[in-house]
């Protein structure tokens, strides 16, 4: 069994057998061996989804089982190959029953960082998108990465990480962990600050002059104290006054990871939240992680 105390909680990545799944297991195997810390597979069966009106359960946990471990056994070679080349890693994997939603939430609690593909087939698939997808964003106990499908290869040793901040204690969790990530990367930061939600054309008739000033020392404020810890790591700052959502979607084109806030003000306000959000999870084209910040 992972321990899950201290420094040693696992890496929790949830698992069906999809591109998109194993695009999240070779992404989680990857951050697990950066962070030399554990892997937990998991394979979240939601019984609720054979049950048909009228005629009851149309299947049993006993017709899926076979398919399960090959599900995992195949995820787990995966993670191995793929952790290989940096370091090896230890690796457990297991079956959950339950609300899909609700299992993944309760594993995050004793997890370190939970990692999801935006989108799959059977349960997992129902786990990223629509309303699941919300609940584990917003309810986690632990970061969520959600990891996109089909992009093409990064160059790792390049690219670099994109925060979103916005100048309250909010984006604190999320700009500790896009640091963290920066320097086991060995990549720079980019910090993106919104000072409003709506677009260039409705803001004509402001000083931006005088804002963009304003806004550039807000960024900078909330950036000192982690750089002073972090000296390893190349910041490059962007105050944008148009949708955040909209400039980070452009950024993610060259970037390996973005790191946002679940929730905030201003220009960032709703962005995980609501459309924008769900927007956002399924467009942007690289992994994404979401941290919840203060209650």
């Known amino acids: 069994m992972l321990s899950t105390m201290g420094n040693n909680a696992p890496i929790i990545v949830a698992v069906d057998g999809s591109e998109s799944s194993n695009a999240a297991v070779r992404w989680a195997a990857q951050d697990a061996a950066l962070r030399a810390a554990p892997l937990r597979l998991v394979f979240v069966f939601d019984i609720a989804q054979y049950f048909v009106p009228g005629y009851g359960y149309v299947a049993s946990t006993a017709d899926y089982e076979e398919g399960w471990h090959e599900v995992l056994a195949a995820a787990t070679e995966l993670a191995k190959q793929t952790a290989a080349s940096i370091r090896p890693i230890e690796i457990e994997s297991s079956v959950i029953e339950g609300r899909v939603a609700t299992a993944l939430i309760a594993e995050s609690k004793d997890a370190r960082l939970l990692v999801v593909g935006n989108r799959g087939h059977g349960t997992v698939s129902r786990a990223v998108l629509g309303s699941v997808s919300s609940a584990v964003t917003r309810h986690a106990h632990c970061p969520v990465a959600v990891i996109q499908a089909g992009t093409p290869p990064r160059d790792l040793d390049k690219l670099p990480i994109v925060v979103g901040v916005d100048g309250t204690a909010n984006s604190e969790p999320a700009i500790k962990t896009a640091f963290e990530e920066a320097s086991r990367r060995r990549v720079p930061l ?40 972090f000296p390893d790591v190349p910041v490059r700052q962007a105050v944008v006054k148009d949708r955040p959502a909209h400039n980070l979607l452009e950024l993610s084109a060259d970037a390996q990871l973005i790191v946002v806030g679940s929730h905030g003000r201003g220009g960032f306000a709703g962005m995980v939240l609501g459309s924008t959000s769900q927007a956002l999870l399924q467009s942007v084209a690289c992994p994404i992680i979401v941290v919840r910040g203060p209650a």
């Open 190 to 229: 980019v910090a993106v600050h919104a000072w409003s939600d709506v677009s260039e054309s409705l803001t004509y008739s402001l000083d931006w002059s005088a804002a963009e000033t304003a806004e550039y020392a807000a960024l900078a404020e909330s950036l000192a104290g982690w750089q002073e810890q």
